[in-house]
């Protein structure tokens, strides 16, 4: 399972694939991550700089953030995908369908000039999230995403 957690300056990734909860981002900041809570992870309960350091000192590599540059990621069901935008300038999406065996994840692409700032790895962790949620199994055809689920 891959979730996506933001705030106003990051994007928190979670693989719980990789995860062994070595419980370090725990008491390193115990308002973020409360294994009691749902969900667990929470990143507006402490400062950027607290969760960022918690998030370094994960040993399996399961949490990683990336500062959000102002750049917003949204779902949009009607055309299945997700889209950043910034302020109103489309910048990148991820693309996927909805098959018979789950969804097919087949495109993810940003703009030249935003390349670099993660972006596409929080389009394609919004796909992953929303599939979840929505109890679909996901694949990947989209050489980027693919990398991703393995």
Known sequence: MHRLYEND??????????CFHAKRCVCNSPATFDPKRKPWIDVTRADTKEIWQ??????SGALSCVY???I?????????RSVAYDGDKEIGECDYEIT?????IYHTGVSPEY????????LVFKVFEAADRSHAKIRATCSYAAKMLN
Do not use: L, T, Y
Request: charged share 40%; net charge negative; proline share 2%.
């Open 68 to 70: 959000r540059h102002d």
């Open 9 to 18: 300056d990051i994007a928190v990734f979670w693989d719980s694939d990789k």
């Open 100 to 104: 018979e065996s789950g969804w097919n």
């Open 54 to 59: 918690a998030i370094q000192q994960c040993p």
């Open 72 to 80: 917003d990621v949204v779902m949009d069901d009607e055309k299945c």
């Open 115 to 122: 390349r670099g700032k993660e972006i596409a790895k929080r």
